[in-house]
């Protein structure tokens, strides 16, 4: 199977960086719209909107996902739309609607990324409950069984420690069952998504690090007869040398906001180790890691094309399905990703399937 890709939707301010180097990418639905036509004509498969309602790291202005999600299905016509959205500020049963509304709209082309939510002051802020790590784990895995009653079955019921369904109908059905989306580096995490998700996000990493995480999933699902398909954050620096490449890189993180990221490290660790065995996302993030806010660089999609392309194929050898990409100036990048790394990548796949099929 050919690897696919999906880019971050910059829905918030401020970029992917959380540095004050200058960004030629904006958040508004202008800007988002082009991003997406420009992405699908390159050849991204997908597109990650994010979820945030209140500012944690600098991101003062914040477009909801689903929404915009509708407004980008209108403006395309093959790009993937992972919505992420956050249980405990949403309910599971109009989560259902909204998100078939979306693949009506986009004729199959939702989909839904299920966050269990690390920053606490958003919940505080909107008044709902900060409920502790596993608990919040408990708490997705509901959501989504809910989610995938509601959108296979004429009538759910549901009997859960956070949601009652009772005999609730739903139509029309989606044109294809959203695919379900989550991340979360922790036990609660890995085994939620072995019982429930379909696909499985990983943080940035090196490939040993992904190696040891898509094993263990792996395992865990086919415990339960399931299998799942993986994920990998990158943040993606393609320069047309490697020392180009490089000092992009040692620019972003020269500029950093401390303030922001220090405050963002304090929320991130916080969750991170409040798992029971303290191995949450970003538990072990240092302050360069963590200028990309879901661990981007440590992936390392930062040189040439050719670089590029070939630790991409290195992911794909370990069993990554997904490349999700996130860029600094986000028109010229996704569009020169498109352009010098994707081709490299297809040619590599070519000869990886002619050599299989000798």
């Known amino acids: 199977m050919s690897l696919q890709f999906a880019y971050w939707v910059p829905n918030v301010s401020g970029g992917l960086v959380i540095s004050k180097l200058a960004q030629r990418t904006g958040w508004s639905f202008e800007d988002n719209a082009r991003y997406a036509k420009l992405a699908e004509e390159a050849g991204f498969d997908y597109a990650l909107l994010q979820t945030r309602f209140i500012a944690s790291y600098g991101a003062e202005n914040q477009l909801e996902a689903i929404t915009l999600a509708s407004a980008l299905a209108a403006v395309t016509s093959k790009l993937k739309l992972i919505a992420a959205v956050l249980p405990g500020l949403w309910q599971p049963g109009p989560v259902a609607k909204v998100i078939t509304t979306l693949d009506q709209i986009s004729r ?67 044109y294809v069952v959203p695919p379900v989306f989550q991340g979360g580096n922790s036990a609660a995490a890995r085994e939620m998504a072995a019982r429930v998700s379909d696909w499985y996000f990983m943080n940035g990493n090196t490939v040993e690090g992904f190696r040891a995480q898509i094993e263990d999933v792996t395992r865990l699902a086919a415990a339960h007869g399931r299998k799942l398909k993986f994920g990998a954050n990158a943040f993606v620096i393609v320069r047309d040398t490697e020392e180009e ?114």
């Open 245 to 358: 490449a490089r000092q992009a890189l040692r620019d972003i993180i020269a500029h950093a906001d401390p303030e922001a990221v220090e405050g963002f490290r304090s929320q991130v660790q916080f969750a991170g180790q409040a798992s029971p065995e303290r191995e949450g996302m970003w538990a072990n993030s240092n302050f360069d890691d963590l200028v990309q806010y879901n661990d981007g660089f440590k992936t390392g999609l930062i040189g040439t094309p050719a670089q590029v392309a070939d630790k991409i194929m290195q992911l794909k050898s370990i069993g990554v399905d997904l490349v999700l990409a996130g860029f600094l100036h986000y028109e010229e990048d996704i569009q020169a990703f498109g352009e010098k790394v994707l081709p490299l990548v297809r040619a590599k796949e070519a000869e990886l399937l002619e050599a299989a099929s000798r």
């Open 108 to 174: 199959g082309r939702a989909a839904v990324n299920i966050v269990s939510g690390w920053f606490k002051g958003e919940f505080h802020g909107f008044g709902e409950p900060w409920l502790d790590h596993n608990e919040r784990y408990r708490r997705s895995e509901e959501f989504i069984r809910v989610l995938k009653q509601l959108w296979t079955q004429d009538e759910t019921d549901f009997r859960g420690d956070f949601y009652r369904i009772n005999g609730a109908p739903h139509k029309p059905k989606p």
